[in-house]
Protein backbone atom coordinates (compact mmCIF):
# COMPACT_ATOMS: atom_id res chain seq x y z
CA UNK A 1 0.00 0.00 0.00
CA UNK A 2 2.90 2.25 0.70
CA UNK A 3 4.86 1.66 -2.72
CA UNK A 4 1.56 2.81 -4.29
CA UNK A 5 0.66 5.17 -2.04
CA UNK A 6 4.08 6.43 -3.32
CA UNK A 7 3.39 5.72 -6.99
CA UNK A 8 0.84 8.14 -6.96
CA UNK A 9 2.51 11.23 -4.99
CA UNK A 10 5.13 11.00 -7.83
CA UNK A 11 2.62 10.95 -10.30
CA UNK A 12 0.79 13.93 -8.96
CA UNK A 13 4.21 15.38 -8.36
CA UNK A 14 5.25 14.64 -12.15
CA UNK A 15 2.02 16.04 -13.47
CA UNK A 16 2.56 19.54 -10.92
CA UNK A 17 6.00 20.08 -12.57
CA UNK A 18 5.18 19.29 -16.18
CA UNK A 19 2.53 21.26 -16.27
CA UNK A 20 3.29 24.50 -18.75
CA UNK A 21 2.01 27.40 -19.93
CA UNK A 22 1.15 28.05 -23.34
CA UNK A 23 2.86 30.61 -25.14
CA UNK A 24 1.89 31.48 -28.85
CA UNK A 25 5.64 30.56 -29.59
CA UNK A 26 4.59 27.26 -28.33
CA UNK A 27 1.77 26.90 -30.40
CA UNK A 28 3.56 27.82 -33.68
CA UNK A 29 6.56 25.75 -32.75
CA UNK A 30 4.50 22.18 -31.66
CA UNK A 31 3.52 21.54 -35.36
CA UNK A 32 7.42 22.54 -36.99
CA UNK A 33 9.35 19.86 -33.94
CA UNK A 34 6.11 17.34 -34.79
CA UNK A 35 7.30 17.78 -39.11
CA UNK A 36 10.81 18.04 -38.20
CA UNK A 37 10.77 14.06 -36.72
CA UNK A 38 8.17 13.00 -39.88
CA UNK A 39 11.18 11.11 -41.67
CA UNK A 40 8.52 9.86 -44.65
CA UNK A 41 8.70 14.05 -45.04
CA UNK A 42 12.09 14.57 -45.73
CA UNK A 43 11.39 12.48 -48.79
CA UNK A 44 9.34 14.87 -50.16
CA UNK A 45 11.33 17.68 -49.41
CA UNK A 46 13.84 15.48 -50.83
CA UNK A 47 11.72 15.57 -53.91
CA UNK A 48 10.83 19.46 -54.32
CA UNK A 49 14.64 20.17 -53.82
CA UNK A 50 15.34 18.70 -57.25
CA UNK A 51 12.68 20.03 -58.74
CA UNK A 52 13.63 23.49 -57.91
CA UNK A 53 16.98 22.57 -59.22
CA UNK A 54 16.12 21.38 -62.47
CA UNK A 55 13.39 24.23 -62.71
CA UNK A 56 16.07 26.85 -61.73
CA UNK A 57 19.04 25.57 -64.44
CA UNK A 58 16.88 25.41 -67.16
CA UNK A 59 15.01 29.10 -66.88
CA UNK A 60 16.44 32.34 -68.07
CA UNK A 61 17.90 32.74 -64.29
CA UNK A 62 20.23 29.43 -64.90
CA UNK A 63 23.48 31.70 -64.33
CA UNK A 64 22.71 32.43 -61.32
CA UNK A 65 22.16 28.91 -59.98
CA UNK A 66 25.84 28.36 -61.37
CA UNK A 67 27.07 31.13 -59.51
CA UNK A 68 25.57 30.64 -56.33
CA UNK A 69 27.31 27.09 -56.10
CA UNK A 70 30.57 28.96 -57.21
CA UNK A 71 30.44 31.32 -54.55
CA UNK A 72 34.35 31.05 -52.59
CA UNK A 73 33.67 30.86 -48.78
CA UNK A 74 36.63 30.40 -46.29
CA UNK A 75 37.37 29.18 -43.25
CA UNK A 76 39.88 29.55 -40.54
CA UNK A 77 42.51 31.99 -39.18
CA UNK A 78 45.93 33.68 -40.36
CA UNK A 79 47.33 32.43 -44.05
CA UNK A 80 48.51 28.88 -42.95
CA UNK A 81 45.87 27.49 -41.07
CA UNK A 82 42.24 28.89 -43.91
CA UNK A 83 40.59 26.43 -45.74
CA UNK A 84 38.94 28.43 -49.38
CA UNK A 85 36.35 26.61 -51.35
CA UNK A 86 33.55 27.16 -52.80
CA UNK A 87 30.31 27.01 -51.73
CA UNK A 88 29.40 23.45 -53.94
CA UNK A 89 32.59 21.84 -52.00
CA UNK A 90 31.84 23.28 -48.73
CA UNK A 91 28.25 21.31 -49.37
CA UNK A 92 29.71 18.10 -50.98
CA UNK A 93 33.11 17.82 -48.48
CA UNK A 94 31.56 19.83 -45.34
CA UNK A 95 28.26 19.13 -44.71
CA UNK A 96 28.13 15.66 -46.30
CA UNK A 97 30.64 14.70 -44.01
CA UNK A 98 27.92 15.71 -41.03
CA UNK A 99 25.36 12.85 -43.62
CA UNK A 100 28.14 10.69 -43.07
CA UNK A 101 28.46 11.09 -39.60
CA UNK A 102 25.03 10.41 -38.77
CA UNK A 103 25.38 7.10 -41.31
CA UNK A 104 27.75 6.06 -38.89
CA UNK A 105 25.81 6.69 -35.99
CA UNK A 106 23.16 4.52 -37.18
CA UNK A 107 25.40 1.82 -38.19
CA UNK A 108 26.87 1.60 -35.14
CA UNK A 109 23.41 1.40 -33.09
CA UNK A 110 21.81 -1.16 -35.65
CA UNK A 111 24.86 -3.36 -35.20
CA UNK A 112 25.06 -2.83 -31.20
CA UNK A 113 21.53 -3.47 -30.63
CA UNK A 114 19.42 -3.25 -33.65
CA UNK A 115 18.59 -4.98 -36.60
CA UNK A 116 22.03 -5.50 -37.19
CA UNK A 117 23.05 -6.72 -33.70
CA UNK A 118 22.54 -10.35 -34.10
CA UNK A 119 23.37 -12.93 -36.98
CA UNK A 120 19.29 -14.05 -37.22
CA UNK A 121 18.66 -10.41 -37.56
CA UNK A 122 21.36 -9.13 -40.08
CA UNK A 123 21.62 -12.15 -42.19
CA UNK A 124 18.69 -10.90 -44.85
CA UNK A 125 19.50 -7.54 -44.87
CA UNK A 126 22.45 -8.03 -45.03
CA UNK A 127 22.46 -10.86 -47.38
CA UNK A 128 20.14 -8.76 -49.54
CA UNK A 129 22.37 -5.20 -49.50
CA UNK A 130 25.24 -7.19 -50.96
CA UNK A 131 23.63 -8.75 -53.79
CA UNK A 132 21.87 -5.54 -54.16
CA UNK A 133 25.55 -4.16 -54.56
CA UNK A 134 27.17 -6.89 -56.60
CA UNK A 135 24.84 -6.95 -59.33
CA UNK A 136 24.47 -3.21 -60.10
CA UNK A 137 27.88 -2.90 -60.16
CA UNK A 138 28.26 -6.37 -62.83
CA UNK A 139 25.44 -5.00 -64.94
CA UNK A 140 26.90 -1.29 -65.11
CA UNK A 141 30.58 -2.97 -66.25
CA UNK A 142 29.13 -4.91 -68.84
CA UNK A 143 28.00 -1.71 -70.81
CA UNK A 144 30.92 0.31 -69.90
CA UNK A 145 33.60 -2.25 -70.02
CA UNK A 146 36.81 -0.71 -71.80
CA UNK A 147 35.18 2.88 -71.78
CA UNK A 148 36.20 6.18 -70.23
CA UNK A 149 33.38 5.84 -67.57
CA UNK A 150 33.87 2.88 -66.74
CA UNK A 151 35.40 3.80 -63.07
CA UNK A 152 31.21 4.46 -62.56
CA UNK A 153 30.84 1.40 -61.58
CA UNK A 154 29.78 2.30 -58.01
CA UNK A 155 26.92 4.48 -59.11
CA UNK A 156 24.43 2.32 -59.27
CA UNK A 157 24.97 0.32 -56.12
CA UNK A 158 23.52 3.03 -53.50
CA UNK A 159 20.12 3.05 -52.17
CA UNK A 160 18.55 6.48 -50.73
CA UNK A 161 16.96 5.55 -47.76
CA UNK A 162 15.22 9.01 -47.51
CA UNK A 163 13.67 8.94 -50.76
CA UNK A 164 12.58 5.10 -50.35
CA UNK A 165 11.02 5.62 -46.63
CA UNK A 166 9.25 8.89 -48.38
CA UNK A 167 7.76 6.87 -51.38
CA UNK A 168 6.86 3.36 -48.74
CA UNK A 169 5.13 6.14 -46.75
CA UNK A 170 2.56 7.02 -49.66
CA UNK A 171 0.68 3.47 -49.07
CA UNK A 172 0.22 4.57 -45.50
CA UNK A 173 -0.29 1.78 -42.66
CA UNK A 174 -1.26 -1.15 -45.00
CA UNK A 175 2.95 -1.51 -45.43
CA UNK A 176 3.73 -4.07 -42.37
CA UNK A 177 6.22 -2.24 -40.04
CA UNK A 178 9.04 -5.62 -41.02
CA UNK A 179 8.84 -4.77 -44.84
CA UNK A 180 10.09 -0.67 -43.25
CA UNK A 181 12.51 -2.75 -41.26
CA UNK A 182 14.00 -4.74 -43.38
CA UNK A 183 14.32 -1.48 -46.34
CA UNK A 184 16.29 0.49 -43.58
CA UNK A 185 18.41 -2.40 -42.89
CA UNK A 186 19.38 -2.81 -46.02
CA UNK A 187 19.98 0.54 -46.96
CA UNK A 188 22.46 1.13 -43.70
CA UNK A 189 24.13 -1.77 -44.64
CA UNK A 190 24.72 -0.54 -48.33
CA UNK A 191 25.49 2.92 -46.84
CA UNK A 192 28.12 0.49 -45.56
CA UNK A 193 29.15 -0.85 -48.15
CA UNK A 194 28.86 2.49 -50.22
CA UNK A 195 31.20 4.48 -47.72
CA UNK A 196 34.32 1.54 -48.18
CA UNK A 197 33.60 2.00 -51.88
CA UNK A 198 34.11 6.00 -51.67
CA UNK A 199 37.46 5.23 -49.38
CA UNK A 200 39.07 2.11 -51.53
CA UNK A 201 38.61 2.86 -55.08
CA UNK A 202 37.28 7.40 -55.33
CA UNK A 203 40.49 8.44 -53.24
CA UNK A 204 43.45 9.91 -55.75
CA UNK A 205 46.52 11.62 -54.65
CA UNK A 206 47.14 9.71 -51.28
CA UNK A 207 49.00 11.91 -48.89
CA UNK A 208 50.34 9.60 -46.41
CA UNK A 209 51.38 12.35 -43.89
CA UNK A 210 47.90 13.65 -42.86
CA UNK A 211 46.48 10.08 -43.05
CA UNK A 212 48.89 9.66 -40.10
CA UNK A 213 47.65 12.51 -38.54
CA UNK A 214 44.35 11.37 -39.19
CA UNK A 215 44.91 8.29 -37.48
CA UNK A 216 46.79 9.87 -34.42
CA UNK A 217 43.15 11.88 -33.81
CA UNK A 218 41.39 8.66 -34.36
CA UNK A 219 43.36 6.78 -32.14
CA UNK A 220 42.92 9.86 -29.39
CA UNK A 221 38.96 10.04 -29.95
CA UNK A 222 39.03 6.56 -28.72
CA UNK A 223 40.85 6.91 -25.87
CA UNK A 224 38.65 9.28 -25.24
CA UNK A 225 35.61 6.40 -25.57
CA UNK A 226 37.87 4.09 -23.11
CA UNK A 227 38.45 6.81 -20.87
CA UNK A 228 34.25 7.45 -20.11
CA UNK A 229 34.47 10.73 -22.12
CA UNK A 230 30.74 11.21 -22.78
CA UNK A 231 31.23 15.35 -23.49
CA UNK A 232 29.44 15.07 -27.06
CA UNK A 233 31.32 18.91 -27.73
CA UNK A 234 34.88 17.09 -27.08
CA UNK A 235 34.10 14.84 -29.51
CA UNK A 236 32.68 17.36 -32.17
CA UNK A 237 36.05 19.93 -31.49
CA UNK A 238 38.35 17.07 -32.16
CA UNK A 239 36.57 15.46 -35.12
CA UNK A 240 36.29 18.68 -36.58
CA UNK A 241 39.76 20.50 -36.04
CA UNK A 242 41.56 17.16 -36.18
CA UNK A 243 40.52 14.07 -38.23
CA UNK A 244 38.32 16.01 -40.93
CA UNK A 245 40.65 18.20 -41.25
CA UNK A 246 43.44 16.02 -41.42
CA UNK A 247 41.14 13.26 -44.05
CA UNK A 248 40.24 16.19 -45.79
CA UNK A 249 44.58 16.90 -46.53
CA UNK A 250 45.11 13.40 -47.36
CA UNK A 251 43.09 13.09 -50.37
CA UNK A 252 40.74 10.46 -48.33
CA UNK A 253 37.31 12.03 -49.19
CA UNK A 254 36.45 13.62 -45.90
CA UNK A 255 33.21 12.57 -45.56
CA UNK A 256 34.99 9.10 -44.52
CA UNK A 257 36.32 10.90 -41.49
CA UNK A 258 32.58 11.29 -40.38
CA UNK A 259 31.65 7.74 -40.27
CA UNK A 260 35.05 7.38 -38.52
CA UNK A 261 34.09 9.71 -36.22
CA UNK A 262 30.96 8.19 -35.57
CA UNK A 263 32.63 4.73 -34.17
CA UNK A 264 34.37 6.03 -31.53
CA UNK A 265 31.07 7.83 -30.04
CA UNK A 266 30.08 6.30 -26.89
CA UNK A 267 26.70 4.13 -27.12
CA UNK A 268 26.75 2.72 -23.79
CA UNK A 269 24.55 4.06 -20.87
CA UNK A 270 26.25 4.46 -17.81
CA UNK A 271 23.23 3.83 -15.30
CA UNK A 272 20.68 0.96 -16.26
CA UNK A 273 16.93 1.44 -16.18
CA UNK A 274 16.20 0.18 -12.33
CA UNK A 275 19.05 2.22 -10.93
CA UNK A 276 17.61 5.49 -13.15
CA UNK A 277 13.72 4.99 -11.93
CA UNK A 278 15.31 4.71 -8.19
CA UNK A 279 17.45 7.56 -8.20
CA UNK A 280 14.85 9.88 -10.19
CA UNK A 281 12.13 8.74 -7.59
CA UNK A 282 13.66 9.36 -4.57
CA UNK A 283 15.09 13.40 -6.26
CA UNK A 284 11.09 13.55 -6.75
CA UNK A 285 10.24 12.55 -3.54
CA UNK A 286 12.98 14.97 -2.05
CA UNK A 287 11.80 17.98 -4.29
CA UNK A 288 8.09 17.49 -3.09
CA UNK A 289 9.47 17.75 0.71
CA UNK A 290 10.85 21.21 -0.38
CA UNK A 291 9.43 24.37 0.73
CA UNK A 292 8.24 26.30 -2.91
CA UNK A 293 8.86 29.92 -3.39
CA UNK A 294 5.39 31.65 -4.46
CA UNK A 295 4.99 32.65 -8.11
CA UNK A 296 7.19 30.80 -10.95
CA UNK A 297 10.49 30.54 -9.23
CA UNK A 298 12.52 27.77 -7.47
CA UNK A 299 13.96 27.62 -4.41
CA UNK A 300 17.83 27.17 -4.67
CA UNK A 301 17.49 23.59 -3.01
CA UNK A 302 14.99 22.91 -5.51
CA UNK A 303 17.20 24.42 -8.64
CA UNK A 304 19.65 22.11 -7.37
CA UNK A 305 17.53 19.11 -7.16
CA UNK A 306 16.82 19.65 -10.79
CA UNK A 307 19.88 19.88 -11.59
CA UNK A 308 20.68 16.41 -10.13
CA UNK A 309 17.39 14.97 -12.26
CA UNK A 310 19.55 16.33 -15.48
CA UNK A 311 22.52 14.40 -14.65
CA UNK A 312 20.83 11.26 -13.92
CA UNK A 313 19.11 11.72 -17.05
CA UNK A 314 23.01 12.52 -19.12
CA UNK A 315 23.74 8.85 -17.41
CA UNK A 316 20.77 6.78 -18.50
CA UNK A 317 21.03 8.77 -22.53
CA UNK A 318 23.70 7.52 -24.47
CA UNK A 319 25.66 9.89 -26.44
CA UNK A 320 25.12 7.93 -29.90
CA UNK A 321 21.36 8.28 -29.55
CA UNK A 322 21.49 11.74 -28.41
CA UNK A 323 23.55 12.46 -31.23
CA UNK A 324 21.40 10.60 -33.77
CA UNK A 325 17.98 12.26 -32.63
CA UNK A 326 19.15 15.76 -32.36
CA UNK A 327 21.08 15.13 -35.99
CA UNK A 328 18.51 13.89 -37.29
CA UNK A 329 15.84 16.94 -38.09
CA UNK A 330 19.02 18.82 -39.20
CA UNK A 331 20.58 16.45 -42.19
CA UNK A 332 16.80 15.24 -42.98
CA UNK A 333 15.38 19.09 -43.61
CA UNK A 334 18.82 20.74 -44.41
CA UNK A 335 21.58 19.25 -45.59
CA UNK A 336 20.19 16.49 -48.40
CA UNK A 337 17.52 18.95 -49.51
CA UNK A 338 20.52 21.94 -49.63
CA UNK A 339 23.08 18.98 -51.10
CA UNK A 340 19.94 17.98 -53.82
CA UNK A 341 19.46 21.70 -54.68
CA UNK A 342 23.33 22.12 -55.06
CA UNK A 343 24.03 19.10 -57.40
CA UNK A 344 20.11 17.98 -59.34
CA UNK A 345 20.89 21.02 -61.35
CA UNK A 346 20.64 19.72 -64.71
CA UNK A 347 20.58 21.35 -67.67
CA UNK A 348 18.01 19.57 -70.20
CA UNK A 349 19.12 20.22 -74.14
CA UNK A 350 17.96 18.40 -77.09
CA UNK A 351 21.04 16.44 -76.62
CA UNK A 352 20.26 15.45 -73.62
CA UNK A 353 17.58 12.97 -74.14
CA UNK A 354 20.40 11.65 -76.76
CA UNK A 355 22.73 10.73 -73.84
CA UNK A 356 20.24 8.66 -72.38
CA UNK A 357 21.61 5.98 -75.30
CA UNK A 358 25.34 6.46 -74.20
CA UNK A 359 26.81 3.08 -72.20
CA UNK A 360 26.87 5.37 -68.50
CA UNK A 361 23.20 6.35 -68.86
CA UNK A 362 21.71 2.99 -69.81
CA UNK A 363 24.73 1.03 -67.00
CA UNK A 364 23.34 3.41 -64.23
CA UNK A 365 19.68 2.93 -65.20
CA UNK A 366 19.46 -1.00 -65.56
CA UNK A 367 22.24 -1.29 -62.77
CA UNK A 368 19.41 0.53 -60.31
CA UNK A 369 16.38 -0.95 -61.40
CA UNK A 370 17.21 -4.71 -62.92
CA UNK A 371 20.42 -4.94 -61.05
CA UNK A 372 18.99 -4.18 -57.55
CA UNK A 373 16.10 -6.38 -57.96
CA UNK A 374 17.57 -9.23 -58.93
CA UNK A 375 20.68 -8.82 -56.54
CA UNK A 376 18.65 -7.79 -53.59
CA UNK A 377 15.64 -10.73 -54.60
CA UNK A 378 18.24 -13.57 -55.26
CA UNK A 379 20.40 -13.37 -52.45
CA UNK A 380 17.24 -12.98 -50.18
CA UNK A 381 15.73 -16.22 -51.74
CA UNK A 382 19.24 -18.09 -51.37
CA UNK A 383 19.17 -17.15 -47.74
CA UNK A 384 15.38 -18.03 -46.44
CA UNK A 385 15.95 -21.39 -49.11
CA UNK A 386 19.29 -22.10 -46.89
CA UNK A 387 17.15 -21.64 -43.84
CA UNK A 388 19.86 -19.36 -42.43
CA UNK A 389 17.21 -16.21 -42.83
CA UNK A 390 13.46 -15.82 -42.88
CA UNK A 391 11.09 -13.37 -44.71
CA UNK A 392 10.29 -10.49 -42.69
CA UNK A 393 6.77 -11.08 -40.47
CA UNK A 394 3.39 -10.56 -42.35
CA UNK A 395 5.46 -10.25 -45.74
CA UNK A 396 5.29 -12.23 -49.09
CA UNK A 397 7.72 -12.69 -51.95
CA UNK A 398 5.35 -10.44 -54.15
CA UNK A 399 6.29 -7.09 -51.33
CA UNK A 400 9.68 -8.37 -51.30
CA UNK A 401 10.07 -7.85 -55.26
CA UNK A 402 8.40 -4.73 -54.56
CA UNK A 403 10.95 -3.45 -51.71
CA UNK A 404 13.63 -4.87 -54.21
CA UNK A 405 12.32 -2.83 -57.13
CA UNK A 406 12.27 0.44 -54.62
CA UNK A 407 15.74 -0.08 -53.54
CA UNK A 408 16.59 1.12 -56.66
CA UNK A 409 16.01 4.55 -55.82
CA UNK A 410 19.35 5.40 -55.55
CA UNK A 411 19.30 9.69 -55.52
CA UNK A 412 21.59 10.88 -52.87
CA UNK A 413 24.53 8.57 -52.72
CA UNK A 414 24.53 7.84 -56.32
CA UNK A 415 24.67 11.52 -57.11
CA UNK A 416 27.17 11.58 -54.31
CA UNK A 417 29.37 8.80 -55.99
CA UNK A 418 28.38 9.82 -58.86
CA UNK A 419 30.92 13.13 -58.46
CA UNK A 420 33.52 11.16 -57.55
CA UNK A 421 33.67 9.05 -60.01
CA UNK A 422 33.37 11.38 -63.42
CA UNK A 423 35.45 14.44 -64.10
CA UNK A 424 33.87 15.36 -67.45
CA UNK A 425 30.80 17.91 -66.72
CA UNK A 426 28.86 16.32 -69.55
CA UNK A 427 29.18 12.54 -68.34
CA UNK A 428 28.11 14.01 -64.91
CA UNK A 429 25.39 15.25 -66.49
CA UNK A 430 23.98 12.37 -68.13
CA UNK A 431 24.79 10.40 -64.85
CA UNK A 432 22.37 12.42 -62.94
CA UNK A 433 19.73 12.73 -65.46
CA UNK A 434 19.89 8.75 -65.42
CA UNK A 435 19.81 8.49 -61.60
CA UNK A 436 16.67 10.78 -61.49
CA UNK A 437 14.95 8.77 -63.97
CA UNK A 438 16.00 5.30 -62.39
CA UNK A 439 14.98 6.11 -59.12
CA UNK A 440 11.37 7.44 -60.35
CA UNK A 441 11.18 4.50 -62.18
CA UNK A 442 12.06 2.15 -59.34
CA UNK A 443 9.99 4.34 -56.66
CA UNK A 444 7.00 4.14 -58.98
CA UNK A 445 7.01 0.66 -59.82
CA UNK A 446 7.96 -0.48 -56.53
CA UNK A 447 5.17 1.10 -54.62
CA UNK A 448 2.57 -0.39 -57.31
CA UNK A 449 4.21 -3.43 -56.81
CA UNK A 450 4.01 -4.29 -53.45
CA UNK A 451 0.00 -2.09 -53.23
CA UNK A 452 -0.69 -5.30 -55.29
CA UNK A 453 0.47 -8.28 -53.18
CA UNK A 454 0.08 -6.35 -50.03
CA UNK A 455 -2.01 -8.42 -47.75
CA UNK A 456 -1.52 -11.99 -49.63
CA UNK A 457 0.13 -14.71 -48.65
CA UNK A 458 3.31 -16.74 -50.06
Not at 221 to 246: D, P, Q
Not at 328 to 350: D, K, R
Amino acid sequence: MKEKKNVKINEKLVNRFITERSYPIDRLLRPVDNLLRNKPVSGILLFLAVIIAMVWVNSPWKETYHQLWETSFSIGFGTDYMISKNLHHWINDGLMAVFFFLVGLEIKREVMAGDLSTWKKASLPAAAALGGMIFPAIIYSTFNWGTPTEGGWGVPMATDIAFTLGVLSLLGSRVPLSLKLFLTALAIVDDLGAVLVIAFFYTDNLLLLYLEYGAVFLAFLLLLNYLGVRKTRIYAIVGICGLWYAFLLSGVHATIAGVLLAFTIPAKTRINKRGFISHVKSLLDKLQRTKSIDGQYLSDEQHEIIEDIKEEQEKIETPLQKLEYNLNPFVSFFILPLFALANAGIEIQPESWSGLLEPVSIGIVAGLIVGKCIGILSFSALFVKLGISELPENTNWGTMTGASIMAGIGFTMSIFISELAFEDPVVKSQAKLAILIASTIAGIVGMLVIKAFLGKKG
